[in-house]
């Protein structure tokens, strides 16, 4: 199922590929990341202060890195010879996210905007068949937007949040993230951005976050929140770990094609505020999603 997807994208883009895509205004900014098994491992980088015009992210991959390509030129098969396939049984490939969020359309139809944080990582899907939405690109998508149009911001803290809000809306405020408030409990717009902050047993009952009780399958995130626990899993899906007292989360997921929502929970009020504290761009990079344990960081899924 998996790999009919990516097919019909593949062709879909190949096909764009070959009608030529228009010149247009070049990318001012633009930064690239590969890595592989969920960001545990960085292969390279490339940033360019002004791509050229109608640069794809296929082009812009293939500038600095070794790439194979198959179906036409629009599925990734290899990037400096680290390819896709299986390992151990388990399905493994190339997929990419642009300001972390995953791509809606291949990489050779998919264009390049001022302050698009490019990134390709290679990992096993067999747990999780989508990833829509990663938190290792912050401050984006908050500070660029989606597709080169920037959305509203709004931070909606829960009744418990206390030092987690203020200290989220701060972080954010250093990021150079333009916000406002939402009422805790207002439901997702195709085209806002929303950021909860609180306690699980709060944050529960939020339509989006909600789900990520039903785990990774669901929602792309390797954690599985419950009132006053967070169960963290491996690239598996197995059980590797179990947050109690002033344990945090931060995560990103999407409900189908919404503007996606980032949760900063914990365990408690006190695990919340870890979460917060955690809101930062040396933090969060490469990162799929961070739990918190006290002050240390754990890398979703967990590495065994």
């Not at 879909?12 to 895509?21: E, P």
């Not at 791509?103 to 490019?118: K, M, P, Q, S, Y």
């Not at 989606?146 to 949040?161: D, I, L, W, Y």
Request: some cysteine; proline content about 6%.
């Amino acid at each position: 199922m998996r790999h009919r997807r990516l097919l019909a994208l593949a062709l879909a883009a190949a096909a764009l590929a070959g009608c030529g895509v228009g010149a247009g205004e070049g990318a001012d900014g633009v930064s690239l990341t590969v890595t592989r098994d969920y960001g545990a491992r960085v292969l390279g980088t490339e940033h360019r202060d002004e791509a050229p015009g109608g640069e794809t992210v296929m082009r812009f991959l293939q500038r600095g890195f070794r790439v194979r390509t198959r179906y036409g030129g629009g599925f990734v098969q290899s990037i400096d010879g680290v390819s896709g396939g299986r390992e151990d049984g388990r399905p493994l490939d190339w997929f990419f996210y642009v300001n972390g969020l995953e791509a809606g359309e291949g990489a050779a139809a998919t264009r390049l905007h001022a302050g698009d944080r490019i990134w390709w990582d290679r990992h096993d899907w067999g747990s999780a068949m989508r990833v829509p939405a990663v938190v290792g690109s912050f401050p984006e998508p908050f500070r660029s937007g989606v597709a080169g149009k920037r959305f509203p911001v709004q931070v909606a803290c829960s009744p418990g949040a206390g030092a987690a809000c203020a200290e989220a809306k701060r972080r954010m405020s250093a990021a150079g993230i333009d916000f406002g408030a939402a009422a805790f409990g207002s439901p997702p717009g195709e085209l806002t951005l929303r950021v909860l902050v609180g306690p699980w047993r709060e944050l529960r009952r939020d339509l989006v976050a909600g789900r990520l009780e039903d785990g990774p399958g669901a929602t792309g995130v390797f954690a599985r929140p419950a009132r006053e626990r967070i169960e963290l899993l491996d690239a598996r899906g197995r059980s590797a770990a179990t947050l109690r007292a002033a344990g945090g989360l931060v995560a990103a997921t999407r409900l189908r094609d919404r503007s996606p929502t980032w949760v900063l929970t914990g365990t408690d009020a006190a695990g919340a505020l870890a979460a917060a504290r955690s809101l930062s761009e040396p933090a969060l990079r490469n990162r799929f999603a961070l739990a918190v344990d006290g002050r240390r960081p754990i890398p979703l899924p967990v590495a065994r």
